[in-house]
C-alpha cells in the first residue's frame, strides 16, 4: 500500500516559524516544585543549559498525524521528524485492524524498535535525569512508545463514508497513564482547531521542566494543568507519593497518582482465575501473545502482564500492538525456530493461524466492568485454538511450579460480590503481585549482595576488588533457610522455579543491573578510601615521573566519578580536587601549566 513521501507531507510542526517567532509570554509557565534533594547533583544548573526545544525533546521524540487517505491507505498528514525508517510502522501501528470496528473515539499504545541509535545532544543530560527512576520506568533506548488517540465517526461528506484519523505521540519514556490522559487534553482541540493548537502545544511542553524523578510538577497543556509527580527508585513500593503542595492547587485542573500504572484487575479480569501462571510465565520470559478484539484491550493486556512482575524490570521484548506490517513480523511469527521471548497483543484473525505454534495464547473477550462474575475456565490445550473467535481463556500445556493460590481469588471474587469499587480491586491485586515478586526476588539480592568484597579489602593504593561471581549451586543452598517460604504462604516447587529463573532474559537483566551498581559502588568506596590518604605526605617519596602519573590517574578517577555519576559520599569530589591541585602545585612551573589545562575527552 503506498504511502506519501516525505516531500508530500505537511510542513513539520517542529520546523515552523510560528513556533520560533511566538511571543513567550502569551504561554503559561510550568510551575515546578521541587521535593527535599536525593542523591542526585546541582538539576537546576543543567536545566539552565537547555536549549529551546530540548524540555520538548525530554518528554516527546515527535506528535505525528496519521489519516486514512482512499488512494493511499495509511499516511501521515502532519509531523514533526519522526525516528529514520520507522514512517510505515508508524503509520500502521496508528490504526486499528479492520475488523476492530471501533467507532468513536480509541486509545491504545504500540513500542517499536528504533531505526538508528543516533546520540541525540540531549543524551548525557537524559542519563542525569534517568539515574534515579525505578527499572522499570528508565528511558528506552532501543525502542519507541507510540500513544494513540483514534477517532473514526460516519461523514457522509467523504467518500469512504468515515472520517477517520490519528493523533500520535511518539516517547521513549514509558508513561503510559501520563501520556493518554495528555491526548485526552489535546486529540478532541486538534480535531475540531486541526494544526495551529498543537503548535501551541508543542509550546506549552517545551516550556515544562524536564522529567526528574521524585519532583512533584504542574503542567500547562492548552488551558488544563496536570500534576504529577516522577516516582523514583527510592520510593516505598505499592505507595504513591503524591502529597498536597505547600503551593496552591487552585489552578490545578487534573492531578494523576500514577503516571505508568493500568488497571490490572480489568486486564485480567476475563482470565483471574490464572493469575499465578500468568505471573510465572512472564518471570520466565516465556513467549506469550495476547489475542484481543481491539487494540485497546491488546495494549492495555501486554502492559498488564509486564507490569505484574514489578518492581522486576521486563527485559525481554513486548510489543501491546502488532500487526502484520511490522518490520519484526518475520522475525517472530517464523516456524523454522522456537518462538522468541516476547509478548505480542494482536487484533487481526490471521494471527489466530499465524501464531498457533506458539506455546503460550491468552485470548481476551470484550473486557466488561468489573460487576459481572468472570466463569472459571480450565486451562485449554493449544489445539483447541483454531480462530481468533475461540472462547476466551488461556490456551497452554505449561504446569506451574507452584500451586494454585485460591485466596487472592476468592478475595477478588468476594470483592465483585459486594461490589467493591474497582480501584480497590486493582490495589488489592497489585499488591499481590508486588509481594509475590519481593518473595521471590528477596533470597537473590540477598545472596547477590553477600558476593560484595568487605570493604575492610578496599586498598587506596589498588585497585578495587572484584565481585566474586555468582554460582548456582551456592546460591540453591541459601533457600532452604532463607528461601521464599519466609515472606510467602504459597508452596510448590520453589527451587525448580529459580532455576528456570536463572536462565531467562528477565535475571540476565537483573543480575546486569545490579552488579553494575555494586561495581559502582566498589569505584565510590575507592575514592573515598584514597580521598583519606595524605597525598602530600605520600609523594615526598615519589620521583618526578611517578608524581605527574598520579596526578593523571586521579583525574581518570574524577572524570569517571562525573561521568557515571558515582555514588561517593557529599564532598569527596570536592576533596578529590584539592588534592590534585595540592600535587600539582609540588611540581616545576613548566609542568604545573601542562597539568592545569583541560583535559579533552
Not at 152 to 163: A, E, I, T
Not at 230 to 235: A, E, K, M, N, Q
Amino acid at each position: 500500500m503506498a504511502l506519501q513521501g516525505p516531500e508530500e507531507l505537511g510542513e513539520p510542526v517542529e520546523e515552523s516559524e510560528d513556533l520560533d517567532d511566538q511571543d513567550a509570554s502569551s504561554i503559561s509557565p510550568a510551575e515546578e516544585i521541587t521535593l527535599p534533594p536525593g542523591p542526585g547533583g546541582d538539576e537546576e544548573t543543567e536545566e539552565a543549559l537547555l536549549l529551546p526545544w530540548d524540555r520538548f525533546s525530554a518528554w516527546l521524540h515527535c506528535i505525528c498525524v496519521v489519516g486514512f487517505d482512499l488512494e493511499l491507505g495509511q499516511a501521515v498528514e502532519v509531523r514533526q521528524k519522526y525516528p529514520p525508517g520507522t514512517k510505515t510502522s508508524i503509520c500502521y501501528l496508528s490504526f486499528p485492524d479492520s475488523n476492530s470496528g471501533c467507532l468513536g473515539d480509541t486509545q491504545f499504545c504500540f513500542r517499536f524498535r528504533q531505526g538508528s541509535n543516533r546520540k541525540t545532544s540531549l543524551g548525557c543530560f537524559l542519563e542525569t535525569t534517568d539515574r534515579d527512576a525505578p527499572p522499570c520506568l528508565k528511558r528506552e533506548q532501543g525502542h519507541y512508545y507510540g500513544y494513540v488517540y483514534f477517532r473514526q465517526v460516519r461523514d457522509k461528506s467523504l467518500k469512504r463514508g468515515y472520517f477517520q484519523k490519528s493523533l500520535v505521540l511518539i516517547s521513549q519514556l514509558p508513561y503510559v497513564t501520563f501520556f493518554h490522559s495528555l491526548l485526552k487534553i489535546m486529540a478532541p482541540e486538534y480535531f475540531e482547531k486541526q494544526e495551529p493548537c498543537l503548535e501551541a502545544a508543542c509550546n506549552d511542553i517545551d516550556r515544562w521542566p524536564t522529567p526528574h524523578p521524585g519532583r512533584i510538577l504542574t503542567l500547562p497543556i492548552m488551558g488544563v494543568v496536570l500534576k504529577v509527580r516522577i516516582p523514583t527508585s527510592y520510593d516505598k513500593p505499592g505507595t504513591s507519593q503524591l502529597v498536597q503542595s505547600a503551593q496552591s492547587d487552585s489552578m490545578v485542573s487534573i492531578v494523576l497518582p500514577t503516571i505508568h500504572e493500568v488497571d490490572l484487575f480489568r486486564c485480567f479480569y476475563p482470565v483471574f482465575f490464572h493469575l499465578q501462571m500468568l505471573w510465572e510465565l512472564v518471570l520466565l520470559g516465556e513467549a506469550l501473545v495476547v489475542m484481543a478484539p481491539s487494540p485497546a484491550e491488546s495494549s492495555d493486556t501486554v502492559l498488564a502482564l509486564v507490569s505484574c512482575i514489578a518492581p522486576l524490570r521486563y527485559c525481554s521484548d513486548f510489543r501491546p500492538y502488532f500487526t502484520i506490517h511490522d518490520s519484526e513480523f518475520k522475525e517472530y511469527t517464523t516456524r523454522t525456530q522456537a518462538p522468541p521471548s516476547v509478548i505480542l497483543g494482536v487484533t487481526n484473525p490471521f494471527f489466530a493461524k499465524t501464531l498457533q505454534h506458539w506455546p503460550h495464547i491468552i485470548r481476551i473477550g470484550d473486557m466488561k466492568q468489573a460487576g459481572e462474575m468472570a466463569k472459571q475456565m480450565k486451562v485449554k490445550k493449544l489445539k483447541n485454538l483454531k480462530t481468533l473467535d475461540s472462547k476466551p481463556g488461556v490456551y497452554t500445556a505449561y504446569k506451574p511450579y507452584l500451586n494454585k493460590d485460591e485466596e487472592i481469588i476468592k478475595q477478588l471474587q468476594k470483592g465483585v460480590q459486594q461490589k467493591r469499587p474497582s480501584a480497590a480491586q486493582n490495589a488489592i491485586l497489585r499488591r499481590y503481585f508486588l509481594e509475590l515478586t519481593q518473595s521471590f526476588i528477596i533470597p537473590l539480592e540477598r545472596y547477590v549482595a553477600s558476593l560484595m568484597p568487605l570493604q575492610k579489602s578496599i586498598s587506596p593504593w589498588k585497585s578495587p576488588p572484584q565481585l566474586r561471581p555468582f554460582i548456582q549451586q551456592d546460591f540453591m543452598k541459601t533457600l532452604e533457610k532463607a528461601g521464599p517460604q519466609l515472606t510467602s504462604r504459597l508452596k510448590g516447587d520453589w527451587i525448580g522455579l529459580y532455576r528456570h529463573f536463572l536462565k531467562s532474559p528477565n535475571f540476565d537483566g537483573w543480575f546486569r543491573n545490579r552488579r553494575k551498581e555494586m561495581t559502582q559502588k566498589l569505584e565510590a568506596l575507592h575514592l573515598e578510601a584514597l580521598c583519606e590518604e595524605d597525598l602530600q605526605k605520600r609523594i615526598q617519596k615519589h620521583t618526578e615521573v611517578e608524581t605527574v602519573d598520579l596526578v593523571l590517574k586521579l583525574k581518570d578517577k574524577l572524570t569517571q566519578a562525573e561521568r557515571e555519576k558515582l555514588p561517593v559520599r557529599p564532598g569527596t569530589l570536592e576533596k578529590l580536587r584539592a588534592h590534585i591541585e595540592g600535587v600539582i602545585l609540588t611540581l616545576p612551573e613548566d609542568l604545573q601549566g601542562i597539568l592545569h589545562k583541560p583535559t579533552t575527552l
